[in-house]
């Protein structure tokens, strides 16, 4: 199929300027499916992709699988391109999600969503990327108001009154009414057109790779949160789990470098023995995980889909603001008005969290600037821990007032300022997509923490 849609429908190298309704640069999962769907819909369509389908269709070039919800599984249906996906799609009957370190091992309590809960169908499927895309370059061959021109690279695009020219690397113009950028995170025809984004990394890689298992999963996607980020076995066709293995990205390297023996012992550490034997087979791939968004999806003539847009408009709602202060043992600390001076915790024991805490990171910058140097630090991992080791008398610590509202409301914790240094704060705000009105889980949620936050502000009298 490939080879007839490169050998009969992809512009050749001295074509110029042929004009279409819509051109779609980048022919990934989105920009092909895009294409499929307006040629389907009457409209002529170019995709162009700067990569030959023959690469990304390689097992070699992507590990990943995508979970399609029920609506994408619809979308793929209406497009004919479903029954060429449906061989190699494995239906997700349930979802485990559960939490836990590597050492001790999973919690006792988890999640479970089952399918049979909402009806028959399943929750959705999993399917490989590269099958997706053999899938959708199949169903594009046979589309005959789809051209697709790989490889070719767009390098601009040039809008008027009346259309938009593409210049491709091939040598070829194509002119559209519109264009669509569908090229992925890195993408030209966004910054032309001086489409800004906004977004960060969050200091994460995944780590992708397929593992063969003794025992069948039975289409149970399993989600284990340890502190370094998710864990994920999804099942793949066949007695196989794609894994996705969220973590630290100082830590990552280390682990992709490790011989085929330590990393399939690795994965079992955090994976546990209930589908017997796993083995990691294939190349492993890694992804570091961020977060972008672009401030607006359009401009003269051009329109930005999939990981070029990367989501729905996001607005940002100022909800509330939370002060970080420290806490002790009552009497601990001599206290002034609430207040300590920073000069005095230096002989104290800091405890802390983790480094990657967004709490602990507030409070070390103000500590840093307070020139507070303690005799010992000392990590704990969770809230709970820090609070009652400072109830024991067994050190100090900077958490969120809303955190230790109660127990500073029952008198087991003081809490205190630091002395001739601004509050240490920081604001939360919830995200939402623009002109949507709250759901009602989400209204559920800012009551509930609007409800905290009062109880918050009652403690927060008793600093001082
Ligand atoms: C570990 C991991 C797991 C994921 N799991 C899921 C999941 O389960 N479900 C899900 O929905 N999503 C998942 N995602 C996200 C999903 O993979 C991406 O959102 C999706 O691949 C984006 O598709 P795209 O077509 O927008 O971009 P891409 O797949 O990046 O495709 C862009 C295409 O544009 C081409 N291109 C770029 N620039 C040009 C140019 N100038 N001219 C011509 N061509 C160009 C490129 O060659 C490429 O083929 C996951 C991501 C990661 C990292």
Same mark, same amino acid.
């Given at each position: 199929?490939?080879?007839?849609?490169?050998?009969?429908?992809?512009?050749?190298?001295?074509?110029?300027?042929?004009?279409?309704?819509?051109?779609?640069?980048?022919?990934?999962?989105?920009?092909?499916?895009?294409?499929?769907?307006?040629?389907?819909?009457?409209?002529?369509?170019?995709?162009?992709?700067?990569?030959?389908?023959?690469?990304?269709?390689?097992?070699?070039?992507?590990?990943?699988?995508?979970?399609?919800?029920?609506?994408?599984?619809?979308?793929?249906?209406?497009?004919?391109?479903?029954?060429?996906?449906?061989?190699?799609?494995?239906?997700?009957?349930?979802?485990?999600?559960?939490?836990?370190?590597?050492?001790?091992?999973?919690?006792?309590?988890?999640?479970?969503?089952?399918?049979?809960?909402?009806?028959?169908?399943?929750?959705?499927?999993?399917?490989?990327?590269?099958?997706?895309?053999?899938?959708?370059?199949?169903?594009? *061959?046979?589309? $005959?108001? &789809?051209?697709?021109? #790989?490889? /070719? =690279? @767009?390098?601009?695009?040039?809008?008027? +009154?009346?259309?938009?020219?593409?210049?491709?690397?091939?040598?070829? *113009?194509?002119? $559209?009414? &519109?264009?669509?950028? #569908?090229? /992925? =995170? @890195?993408?030209?025809?966004?910054?032309? +057109?001086?489409?800004?984004?906004?977004?960060?990394?969050?200091?994460?890689?995944?780590?992708?790779?397929?593992?063969?298992?003794?025992?069948?999963?039975?289409?149970?996607?399993?989600?284990?949160?340890?502190?370094?980020?998710?864990?994920?076995?999804?099942?793949?066709?066949?007695?196989?789990?794609?894994?996705?293995?969220?973590?630290?990205?100082?830590?990552?390297?280390?682990?992709?470098?490790?011989?085929?023996?330590?990393?399939?012992?690795?994965?079992?550490?955090?994976?546990?023995?209930?589908?017997?034997?796993?083995?990691?087979?294939?190349?492993?791939?890694?992804?570091?995980?961020?977060?972008?968004?672009?401030?607006?999806?359009?401009?003269?003539?051009?329109?930005?889909?999939?990981?070029?847009?990367?989501?729905?408009?996001?607005?940002?709602?100022?909800?509330?603001?939370?002060?970080?202060?420290?806490?002790?043992?009552?009497?601990?600390?001599?206290?002034?008005?609430?207040?300590?001076?920073?000069?005095?915790?230096?002989?104290?024991?800091?405890?802390?969290?983790?480094?990657?805490?967004?709490?602990?990171?507030?409070?070390?910058?103000?500590?840093?600037?307070?020139?507070?140097?303690?005799?010992?630090?000392?990590?704990?991992?969770?809230?709970?821990?820090?609070?009652?080791?400072?109830?024991?008398?067994?050190?100090?610590?900077?958490?969120?007032?809303?955190?230790?509202?109660?127990?500073?409301?029952?008198?087991?914790?003081?809490?205190?300022?630091?002395?001739?240094?601004?509050?240490?704060?920081?604001?939360?705000?919830?995200?939402?997509?623009?002109?949507?009105?709250?759901?009602?889980?989400?209204?559920?949620?800012?009551?509930?923490?609007?409800?905290?936050?009062?109880?918050?502000?009652?403690?927060?009298?008793?600093?001082?």
């Amino acid at each position: 199929m490939l080879e007839n849609l490169s050998e009969s429908r992809a512009v050749q190298k001295t074509e110029i300027t042929e004009t279409f309704d819509v051109t779609v640069s980048g022919g990934g999962m989105v920009g092909m499916t895009l294409g499929l769907a307006l040629a389907k819909a009457g409209l002529d369509v170019a995709v162009i992709d700067a990569q030959s389908p023959d690469l990304t269709t390689a097992p070699t070039f992507d590990g990943r699988v995508s979970a399609l919800a029920y609506s994408s599984c619809r979308l793929f249906e209406q497009l004919g391109v479903w029954h060429r996906l449906a061989p190699n799609a494995q239906p997700i009957n349930d979802i485990l999600v559960s939490d836990g370190r590597v050492r001790r091992g999973a919690a006792p309590f988890f999640l479970h969503f089952d399918h049979r809960e909402i009806g028959n169908a399943p929750l959705g499927h999993l399917v490989e990327n590269r099958h997706i895309r053999s899938a959708l370059f199949a169903e594009a *061959a046979s589309e $005959a108001r &789809l051209t697709f021109v #790989a490889p /070719g =690279r @767009v390098l601009r695009a040039t809008p008027d +009154a009346q259309r938009t020219t593409l210049t491709v690397d091939t040598d070829c *113009a194509m002119a $559209a009414t &519109l264009c669509v950028a #569908a090229e /992925g =995170r @890195v993408s030209t025809l966004r910054d032309q +057109a001086g489409l800004k984004t906004i977004g960060w990394r969050y200091a994460q890689t995944g780590i992708v790779a397929t593992v063969a298992h003794e025992r069948p999963h039975d289409g149970i996607a399993q989600e284990y949160f340890l502190p370094s980020g998710p864990f994920a076995m999804l099942p793949m066709t066949g007695n196989r789990s794609s894994l996705v293995w969220t973590e630290r990205a100082a830590a990552a390297p280390a682990f992709l470098a490790l011989d085929d023996a330590s990393f399939d012992h690795e994965v079992a550490r955090r994976f546990g023995g209930f589908l017997g034997v796993t083995k990691v087979t294939g190349p492993r791939w890694s992804y570091p995980l961020s977060l972008h968004l672009a401030r607006s999806y359009i401009a003269p003539r051009l329109a930005l889909v999939g990981d070029t847009a990367a989501d729905e408009r996001i607005e940002l709602e100022a909800l509330l603001s939370d002060e970080i202060v420290g806490i002790a043992k009552p009497g601990l600390l001599r206290k002034t008005k609430g207040k300590v001076k920073p000069e005095t915790l230096s002989a104290h024991t800091l405890l802390v969290r983790e480094s990657r805490s967004s709490t602990q990171q507030v409070a070390d910058r103000a500590l840093r600037a307070a020139g507070v140097e303690p005799a010992r630090v000392w990590e704990l991992d969770s809230s709970e821990a820090i609070k009652r080791a400072a109830r024991e008398g067994l050190g100090i610590a900077f958490v969120s007032l809303y955190a230790v509202a109660e127990e500073v409301e029952r008198g087991e914790l003081e809490c205190f300022r630091l002395a001739g240094h601004p509050r240490i704060e920081r604001r939360f705000h919830i995200a939402r997509l623009v002109r949507r009105s709250p759901s009602p889980s989400e209204r559920g949620f800012m009551a509930t923490v609007t409800r905290c936050a009062k109880g918050a502000h009652h403690a927060a009298a008793s600093v001082g």
